[in-house]
């Protein structure tokens, strides 16, 4: 199963590892998430569908025929019927699984083979997006040491476009390079084939970091917009490569960002940076918050502005004045911010959307009866035909018609998927 998979990048100590281990602190076993290695720094997220799990509909439906007693008031799953082979559903939220990749070592130079050197290039490789986590406190340099977070707006907002500044730096000098060190065989096929050859270069050449044709051509629109040296390609110099590498870096790696330790920061931060994807973040309470529901002190989900303590939980007199403090910034805040930006990242950015592929339209279950078992977090408009390919290559292949599960329309290899949809694919066995 494809999935995507999303890079927290940034300087050191802005709350990489902490953002992480807050949003993937729930265990999964890692058989049933196959794009998941066994590599520490890649984990398991779930981010909350926007849409009701298609649960809702149908026990709207079963109750309504009377073949179902509505959901009791304790009911645990809160009414969700389905049997979710990956993540959760309670009251009908039902959260879908990403991977994020906790990326280190990303410092000013890297590209040059400063700090981890190139290493972190093959853990940024594969994502489809990246998070950066930058100190909206400037609560450390550039190089990630700590030297006491500012109350001043203008200090925090010049340190946080440094951040900025310096991972884009390293990202499209690390691309613009890679243009550079093959470009004798670019202008060969630029000589042989023009525009063309130029294109195919640079698809084959970053085809690793997930160029396309589409991709390709989009940057190449925007470089023909910016370049103004009359050179012909192969009198080319670096700054043109790395310009290049630049309007590449924004199709293969577009970037949202996370304003961490905004519970130390000037509010106002965030206002200079608003023509940017940028979400106030409070990972280091997300992190508190989710430990002390899993081991049962609190009711918390992600996401919430607040959390109740659990009826059941003894704490002494330090750990309630922690909590309530916890409390009140949480509500202050509107939440931590990282559901969120999650949300934001594949819904907004990415363009996401969740589809339950079933086996019996009627019934919405798999072959072995299981409910709503699967939901896909795949690009909007995916062709049912792409769908069943998701579902297995077998499936794809043979694919032969689907059968939406609300209108129980036959719709064919070209139809364009949408948010919530239900599926039923007809493929030749
Ligand atoms: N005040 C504050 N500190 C944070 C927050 N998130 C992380 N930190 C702290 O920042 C330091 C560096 O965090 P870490 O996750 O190791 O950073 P990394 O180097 O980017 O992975 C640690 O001391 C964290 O506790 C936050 O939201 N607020
Ligand atoms: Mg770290």
């Not at 995507?4 to 990048?9: A, H, P, Q, T």
């Not at 981890?116 to 940024?124: I, K």
């Not at 994807?277 to 918050?289: G, H, P, R």
């Not at 002390?292 to 959390?307: E, K, N, P, T």
């Amino acid at each position: 199963m494809l999935t995507v998979r999303i890079g927290l990048v940034g300087k050191p100590n802005v709350g990489k590892s902490t953002f992480f281990s807050a949003a993937t602190l729930a265990q999964v076993d890692i058989a049933n998430y196959p794009f998941c290695t066994i590599d520490p720094n890649v984990g398991v997220a779930f981010v909350e569908a926007r849409l009701a799990c298609p649960c809702k509909d149908l026990r709207e439906k079963l109750e309504g025929e009377g073949r179902l007693e509505p959901a009791a008031e304790d009911d645990p799953r809160q009414g969700s019927l389905c049997e979710p082979r990956t993540g959760s559903c309670v009251g009908h939220r039902r959260s879908v699984p990403v991977a994020l990749v906790d990326v280190a070592g990303l410092v000013p130079g890297a590209s040059e083979g400063r700090g981890r050197g190139n290493a972190f290039l093959a853990d940024l490789a594969n994502c489809d997006v990246l998070i950066q986590v930058v100190d909206a406190a400037g609560s450390t340099d550039i190089e990630g040491q700590f030297n006491g977070a500012s109350n001043d707006t203008a200090v925090a907002v010049e340190a946080v476009r440094a951040e900025i500044e310096f991972l884009e730096h390293e990202l499209d000098a690390w691309i613009g390079g890679l243009l550079e060190d093959g470009w004798n065989r670019g202008v060969r096929r630029v000589q042989a084939e023009g525009e063309k050859g130029l294109t195919s270069f640079v698809h084959e050449r970053l085809s690793g970091l997930g160029a396309t044709p589409v991709k390709v051509a989009q940057a190449m629109f925007e470089f023909n917009q910016r370049h103004t040296s009359d050179a012909q390609p192969w009198d080319w110099d670096a700054v043109s490569l790395h310009l290049l590498g630049e309007c590449m870096r924004k199709q293969l790696f577009p970037i949202v960002y996370a304003a961490n330790k905004m519970d130390i920061a000037p509010p106002d931060v965030l206002k200079a940076f608003s023509d940017r994807t940028m979400v106030a973040c409070m990972a280091d309470m997300e992190l508190a918050l989710r430990r002390a529901a899993s081991s049962g002190l609190i009711d918390y989900q992600s996401g919430q502005s607040s959390f109740t303590v659990h009826p059941g939980a003894s704490l002494n007199e330090a750990q309630q004045k922690a909590l309530s403090h916890m409390n009140q910034r949480l509500e202050q805040a509107g939440g931590t911010g990282l559901a969120r930006l999650m949300d934001e990242v594949l819904f907004d950015q990415l363009n996401h959307i969740v589809v339950y592929p079933v086996q019996d339209e009627s019934h919405w279950v798999d072959g072995d009866g299981r409910v709503l078992p699967d939901a896909f977090v795949v690009p909007s408009g995916l062709h049912a035909k792409a769908l069943a390919g998701r579902v297995h290559t077998d499936l794809e292949a043979g694919f032969i018609r689907g059968v939406d599960g609300r209108t129980r329309r036959v719709v064919g290899a070209d139809h364009e998927l949408g948010d919530g949809d239900v599926l039923k694919i007809h493929a030749k066995s």
